[in-house]
């Protein structure tokens, strides 16, 4: 399994708004910071607000920042909204699969189970889990 590109940008919003509690940040400096898509980074800052999980300031010196402690986030709950409710695979629909083995298949509850233990993993794991020892990330997305 691969998490698409906005959980990963979600993670590393959430990861750089924590380092930075202390002030507002924008989205231009978090984007430079990880020299990823200022675009992209928007539409991943804009969930993360519709959620309540980050904050966003508008005008002049205004920004965003984290509207949870760190230790309040779960990294499941990130996870599980930047990816949407859509099934790993079309026989987990609600709709009629076309799949042609789908009535015999044991493939499915084996999928179940390891997508329930990697967001159960996840869930153990919250947003101050990854800035712990917040020195070195700080170095690594400081400007150039």
Same mark, same amino acid.
């Given at each position: 399994m691969k998490l698409t590109t906005? +959980? !990963?940008? +979600?993670?590393r919003v959430l990861m750089y708004l924590a380092l930075n509690r202390e002030r507002l940040a924008t *989205?231009?400096? *978090? /984007? /430079?910071?990880?020299?990823i898509s200022e675009n992209h980074l928007m539409k991943v800052v804009h969930q993360l607000a519709r959620s309540g999980v980050i904050e966003s300031v508008r005008g002049?010196?205004?920004? &965003?920042?984290?509207?949870?402690?760190?230790? !309040?986030?779960? @990294?499941?709950?990130? &996870?599980? /909204? +930047?990816?949407?409710s859509a099934p790993i695979v079309e026989c987990l629909s609600d709709e009629v699969s076309s799949c042609r083995i789908a009535p015999a298949c044991r493939l499915t509850a084996v999928l179940s189970r390891a997508f329930d233990a990697l967001y159960a993993t @996840?869930?153990?794991?919250?947003? /101050?889990d990854l800035v712990q020892s917040p020195r070195g990330l700080r170095v690594l997305l400081a400007p150039r």
């Open positions: 906005f +959980s !990963d940008y +979600s993670l *989205i231009p400096e *978090i /984007a /430079a910071a990880y020299d002049k010196g205004g920004g &965003v920042r984290l509207a949870q402690a760190p230790e !309040d986030i779960r @990294l499941g709950g990130i &996870v599980r /909204a +930047s990816e949407g @996840l869930d153990e794991y919250t947003l /101050a």
